[in-house]
């Protein structure tokens, strides 16, 4: 049977006077859109496969992930996002960079 992990990481009892749980610990806002700079790459990963690739986000996990989300629903296709990237199944750059600039981003075409 696996043990389960406690968002603290363990922690029982600090004796830290200025300890934060991390949910006490306040996020760093997200900065608007237009202060944002994107980088939309096309790579190719595992098996071959051609997937579009979004970087150089700054901000809220929260607001990153529902970036990822609306990127995966306007193209139609699959994806995610980690390590401070969005991957979407296939070539979608002309599709994710006429989505960004709608919503106010600054984008560039980066790579091959």
Known sequence: MSKKKSPEGGLVYSTNPNFKL?????EAKTPGASQQDLRVWLERK???KMVTLVK???????DFDDLAKALKSKCGVGGGAKDGEIFIQGDQR??????????????????G
């Open 46 to 48: 595992g098996g071959g």
């Open 56 to 62: 150089g986000f700054q901000g809220k996990l929260s």
């Open 94 to 111: 002309d599709k994710v960079i006429a989505y960004l600039v709608q919503k106010g981003f600054k984008v560039k075409k980066a790579g």
């Open 22 to 26: 991390k949910e006490e610990v306040e």
